[in-house]
């Protein structure tokens, strides 16, 4: 069975598709490792797929701490420990683009690689920081989580995705059968990872990221601005910019095919 145990004695789960070099992917908030369905069977023939369900997601219900940032990277830490994994590609979505990038100073000497998709450094716009969500929105998804977890979780569906990107795509009616049957999370555990993500900005730690770095992103994505990946290429040093024409928060699941094409030619040319 594909679990392991953490430092705090918790059991979480991940899946483990394929042979080859390993890439872990964290996939975003309310959401789990089934997300990653199109590279766990597109990519399994050339590289390991490593899909955890982050604490709090999924199968990984077990929960003994509040769901910080500090708190998922170590999960992945102790992912890597168990598998006694050296060198890696992390792939990280939204939310897990962002425990990537929390992640990236205490596995420097672990990574081949990172991959930021749908990414944003700070969820929550500022000041100094335009290209996130308003307080205000960010205040109002909380408050329908709080009313109906299950209510809010389909009208945040609705907004992964670019007005027309699915009309008509061959793979329509398997995303939205994939995306109703990932489990909703505690609600408990719902809003302490939004409250995480809503007051964590990373911004500070981008200089120090010295890895080979792609961003991907759509460039009608109405989660995490395009604006903010187009910040991360400009303040990660030597960072390739890929970007999905007509496409939303999750280019990975409709435009798969060309992911996985970029996805391979990456890490081919890092774990070389």
């Not at 023939?45 to 990984?60: F, N, Y």
């Not at 929550?124 to 209510?151: H, P, W």
């Not at 970007?243 to 095919?257: D, E």
């Amino acid at each position: 069975m594909p679990w392991y145990e953490n430092r705090r004695g918790e059991r979480l789960w991940y899946e483990d598709d394929g042979a080859g070099f390993p890439v872990v992917m964290l996939h975003g908030w309310c959401m789990s490792s089934a997300v990653w369905k199109y590279q766990r069977t597109g990519l399994a023939g050339s590289l390991r797929i490593l899909t955890p369900d982050l604490r709090g997601h999924g199968r990984s219900k077990e929960l003994s701490g509040y769901m910080d940032f500090d708190g998922f990277a170590s999960d992945l830490a102790d992912l890597l420990d168990h598998l006694k994994l050296s060198k890696i590609v992390l792939v990280g979505w939204s939310l897990g683009g962002q425990i990537a990038l929390k992640a990236c100073a205490g596995l420097a000497d672990r990574l081949a690689g990172l991959v930021l998709v749908s990414a944003t450094p700070s969820f929550t716009a500022s000041e100094d920081f335009l290209y996130g969500l308003s307080s205000k929105e960010v205040s109002g998804m909380r408050l329908k989580v709080q009313r109906n977890i299950s209510r809010a979780l389909e009208g945040f569906h609705t907004r992964l995705f670019a007005d027309n990107e699915l009309d008509g795509h061959p793979s329509a009616s398997d995303i939205a059968q994939l995306l109703a049957s990932i489990p909703d999370p505690e609600t408990v555990a719902a809003l302490d990872a939004l409250d995480s993500l809503a007051r964590t900005d990373l911004r500070p730690q981008l200089a120090s990221i010295t890895v080979p770095t792609v961003i991907m992103n759509g460039d009608q994505d109405r989660i995490c601005m395009p604006q903010a990946s187009d910040y991360l290429t400009s303040h990660i040093s030597g960072a390739d910019h890929s970007i999905f024409s007509r496409c939303g928060h999750m280019p990975f699941l409709t435009y798969h095919v060309r992911f996985n094409e970029e996805l391979i030619r990456f890490t081919r040319s890092v774990c070389a």
